[in-house]
């Protein structure tokens, strides 16, 4: 027990022995004003928060007016505690205030160093310096979970991402995208399509992202910059987007005209245009055709070797319609394959009778009548 | 003055007008109008008692709907189409049976013949006087169901249609043509009318009630056994069909079913396939016409042929006053 009472003497001494010391090299008025962060670098339209202790080491109380003096005009400050605009402050003796001090660093501000000071009454000064740099990348933050993604040149690229404004104030954001040409960036922050978004304090955002690639579109790995940028922030990532190749191609004649006339027996010329519209080389496109019984369909060139994506191919198809078919429309199916894709095409073909029996059918009336004819001349007119 | 003139230099005229004259205040005229008239009610009732159910349809002869009126039936009554089939040969007979026996029965055609006139004159003015007033009666009915069905309908028949219209009733003329060319023939052979009438209405009666009769006699007879290949029923349905066609009714019924239907593409039986591939869709009027063609040939051959010997008969004839 007397070991501990002396133990604590000596903690006493000693802890009251280095208070004096402190108010000793402190300060020389005994009051003084406290901060831990003097200097704080931050980008233009920030807000600067700051806790401003207020120590009286004086026995007495004091009762000062406080003041932010030298701060640049165009900024705003102010002082709070408990809810409430402080000019003036009184602390006890051995005792100290906090105040809170917010300062709002307009967007209208050139970069660099500003000083000013804190000061309660002429009995204590604290200089705090804000360096304002330019907008800093790390106020804002733009990320996704999934960044690349792959389908055809047809599928939809959804991308969901997340956006963090971490600064201390709302901000409004400029969404921006800088696909490559011919693909669409779809960008809906809320599920609805818009430009720009606002984002609250610290807060977050969820923008989608649909990319449509072009349906020519060439397989391959694909990036696509998107880009939230606010008056005093800015963010960016960078999608991937990985198209496969697909094989896809169009079958039609060149003026889209699918019918033609024919008498029977005849044979016509058709001229047929295959393109490939997909994204990979097709090869060894084959013709052939379905065709009503006893016609014949012939190609000047029944395959294809290959062909490149966008290109397209003229071939020639001569259609024989049968000397015994009934007239009115027939169709014959034409189609071009490859391993990968097919394409058919629907021909309507009216067929016609041919003239000779017409003609026919007229010499045996103009026979008959010329007979007639004859009678009256041999009989009649004598 | 001058039509007159030319009817003065022309004999021939006057001898037709004087005909149609005749004819049209004779009592046989107001019941060919008045059998006309119900022709074209009865028809009329028949076609536009259920039409909406006509043209619910889906069938390839939508588009063409008009034409309906004329071949469409309720079931009560015969179509336009099936009286004119009867109408045709029954007026075409009552015309011509009693053209040239009843002016020698008469003795008005020796008086005639004294006359400074060609002798054919008499003959070929009885036809072209008959089948004028055939024809307008003809067209006249034609007319009349489109006229009541525009009425009725109120839609007015396409391009299309009054042309099919047209061709139809110039192949009801040539058809109505055959069978008056035939009775006159009649009348030139027999000297009784009776005889010639009743000669007249057998021939009819024969092909519209007899003829396929013996024809599926016939048929019955030469039918192969019941499992041969679709090609040679199909030959033997042709074979059918072509005597069939010794029938003039059976011509006339081919051309305007063809006609009035646009979606008939073949008349003969076919062969499954000869269908692939074929899309049911009407198809344009010339080549309903081609289709047919034939078909009016034979008509027009068989009128001309009845024509020329009756003309021969005629002209060989010696004519006496009684």
Redesign the interface.
């Known amino acids: 027990m007397k070991s501990l009472h002396s133990y604590c003497k000596i903690l006493i001494v000693s802890i009251l022995f280095f208070n004096v010391q402190q108010n000793i090299f402190a300060n020389d008025g005994k009051t003084e004003i406290f901060t831990p962060y003097t200097k704080v670098s931050v980008s233009p339209g920030s807000t600067v928060n700051y806790s401003l202790d207020i120590i009286n080491n004086n026995e007495q109380t004091i009762n000062e007016n406080i003041n932010i003096s030298n701060i640049p005009r165009s900024w705003n400050y102010t002082l709070t505690a408990s809810g409430m605009n402080i000019n003036k402050v009184a602390v006890l003796g051995s005792k100290k205030q906090t105040l809170k001090l917010k300062i709002d660093v307009p967007y209208r501000v050139k970069k660099g160093s500003y000083t000013f000071y804190a000061k309660l009454g002429s009995i204590a000064s604290l200089p705090l310096t804000i360096n304002v740099t330019t907008a800093g990348s790390n106020e804002s933050e733009l990320t996704c979970d999934q960044k690349n993604m792959e389908g055809t040149s047809k599928s939809n690229f959804s991308f969901n991402a997340v956006l963090k404004n971490k600064t201390a104030t709302k901000q409004q954001y400029a969404l921006m995208a800088s696909p490559p040409r011919g693909w669409s960036v779809t960008i809906k922050p809320n599920h609805k399509q818009a430009t720009s978004t606002e984002v609250d304090a610290n807060g977050t955002k969820n923008i989608n992202y649909t990319i449509k690639a072009p349906s020519n579109v060439k397989a391959g790995t694909y990036k696509i910059p998107v880009k939230a940028v606010s008056g005093s922030t800015s963010a960016e990532m960078e999608l991937e987007v990985v198209i496969t190749g697909t094989y896809e191609m169009s079958f039609s004649t060149p003026t889209g005209l699918l019918s033609a006339k024919i008498t029977a027996g005849d044979d016509k010329k058709v001229e047929l245009v295959v393109k490939n519209t997909g994204s990979t080389k097709l090869e060894n496109i084959e013709l052939s055709a379905s065709?009503?019984?006893?016609?014949e369909v012939s190609f000047d060139n029944k395959k294809i070797e290959s062909l490149e994506p966008g290109k397209t191919s003229t071939v020639y198809a001569t259609i024989k319609a049968d000397k015994?078919?009934?007239?009115?429309?027939?169709?014959?199916k034409i189609t071009a394959k490859t391993s990968e894709a097919n394409q058919n095409l629907s021909f309507?073909i009216m067929v016609?009778?041919p003239?000779l029996?017409?003609w026919l059918?007229?010499l045996?009336?103009l026979a008959?009548?010329g007979?007639?004819a004859f009678?009256?001349k041999k009989?009649?007119?004598r | 003055m001058i039509s007159i003139a030319t009817k003065q230099t022309n004999p021939f005229g006057v001898i037709v007008s004087k005909e149609i004259s005749d004819t049209v205040k004779s009592w046989k005229f107001i019941i060919m109008v008045a059998l006309v008239l119900l022709t074209c009610m009865g028809s009329l009732y028949a076609a536009l008692d259920d039409f909406s159910a006509a043209i619910k349809g889906g069938s390839a002869d939508d588009d063409f709907f008009f034409l309906k009126l004329y071949t469409h039936s309720n079931g009560t009554l015969p179509s336009f189409l099936v009286f004119i089939s009867f109408l045709g040969p029954l007026l075409g007979i009552s015309m011509g049976f009693d053209s040239i026996n009843t002016e020698q029965n008469k003795g008005t055609l020796s008086r005639l013949l004294a006359q400074p006139i060609y002798r054919d004159y008499i003959l070929n003015a009885k036809f072209l006087a008959a089948l004028t007033i055939l024809s307008y009666l003809f067209i006249g009915l034609s007319l009349l169901v489109l006229g009541f069905g525009l009425i009725f309908i109120g839609i007015p028949p396409t391009t299309d249609e009054l042309m099919r219209i047209i061709i139809f009733s110039i192949v009801n003329i040539i058809y109505v043509g055959f069978w008056l060319n035939l009775s006159i023939l009649f009348s030139v052979k027999f000297r009784q009318a009776a005889t010639s009438a009743l000669a007249g209405i057998s021939v009819w009666l024969f092909f519209t009630i007899f003829y396929s009769m013996i024809v599926n006699l016939i048929a019955k007879g030469l039918a192969p056994v019941r499992f041969i290949s679709e090609n040679q029923m199909v030959s033997f349905q042709r074979f059918v069909q072509n005597l069939m066609r010794f029938n003039p009714g059976q011509l006339f019924n081919d051309v305007t079913t063809t006609l009035l239907r646009p979606s008939v593409r073949s008349l003969g039986p076919l062969t499954t396939e000869q269908t692939i591939g074929a899309i049911p869709n009407p198809l344009p009027l010339g080549q309903s016409l081609m289709l047919v063609w034939p078909q009016v040939v034979a008509l027009i051959g068989g009128t001309l042929l009845f024509f020329a010997i009756a003309y021969t008969m005629f002209m060989r004839r010696e004519i006496r006053s009684r």
């Open positions: 065709k009503p019984k006893n016609w015994k078919a009934i007239p009115g429309d027939y169709v014959t309507r016609k009778t003239m029996m017409g059918g007229i045996i009336i008959s009548i007979g007639i009678l009256i009989f009649g007119r």
